[in-house]
């Protein structure tokens, strides 16, 4: 089964910094690879996906970078705001196959 | 609302009784998945349906844990005498397709074993 880990755990950083989390897989089938927010006491939302067919995907504050050769995707958040403040999770997958998703990464972000 | 409904959203119960939890996704959704998540964790996947039928449920999952989706449509997860490390959020997520595996998730049942 696929084995995933993300990197850093918990991230605290100050408003207006970058963050950028890791997250490392096993399964070189994967194809496709999302990052999910989940607020405290919500549900979890996709905020941005890529697939194996592009190396980055950008979307206003947010983008993906995939290095499938290394088995890791990227999540970078800049100019980051205290309402990016939440848990975020990479969920490789993708085809047939369920996602899995990594332990979380809590991110703090300080006014 | 036309977002995944799942009910109910708190169930407090005593080891050893059994629980029924629903899930109505997405109408138009074929995917629908079942996910448990304890404090601290990810959603860890349990078991998932393409129309009504079953097509993986996880390692992980004793006997006691069974669900259905009948018709294609809403789906139940039970659990038959539960234990105290039943306690958990249960998720319920649905996608489009296959193919299309953007998730869009329920706000989940939380479960307490007393």
């Known amino acids: 089964g696929e084995n995933v880990e993300q990197h850093p755990s918990t991230l605290s950083v100050q408003e207006g910094d970058s963050a950028v989390i890791k997250c490392t897989y096993s399964d070189s089938a994967s194809n496709y690879f999302p990052w999910y927010k989940q607020e405290l006491g919500k549900r979890p939302q996709l905020i941005i996906d890529i697939r194996s067919n592009v190396g980055e995907k950008k979307d206003q504050r947010i983008a993906v970078t995939l290095n499938k050769t290394a088995k890791h995707f990227s999540l970078h958040i800049t100019e980051t705001q205290p309402e990016d403040s939440a848990v975020y999770f990479c969920?490789?997958?993708?085809?047939?196959?369920?996602?899995?998703f990594g332990k979380g990464t809590k991110l703090t972000v300080n006014p | 609302d036309t977002g995944v409904s799942q009910n109910p959203r708190h169930k407090i119960t005593k080891r050893g009784q059994n629980v029924t939890f629903r899930c109505d996704p997405i109408?138009?959704?074929?995917?629908l998945y079942w996910y448990r998540q304890t404090l601290g964790q990810g959603p860890e996947f349990l078991t998932y349906f393409q129309n009504e039928a079953q097509l993986e449920k996880s390692r992980l999952l004793s006997d006691r844990f069974s669900a259905e989706r009948p018709k294609g449509s809403f789906s139940t997860l039970e659990i038959q005498r539960t234990e105290q490390g039943d306690s958990a959020m249960y998720l319920c997520?649905?996608?489009?397709?296959?193919?299309?595996?953007?998730?869009?998730f329920g706000s989940g049942t939380q479960l307490s074993v007393l």
């Open positions: 109408s138009e959704h074929n995917r």
């Open positions: 969920a490789p997958g993708g085809g047939s196959e369920k996602l899995v």
């Open positions: 997520a649905s996608s489009l397709a296959l193919g299309d595996e953007k998730l869009f």
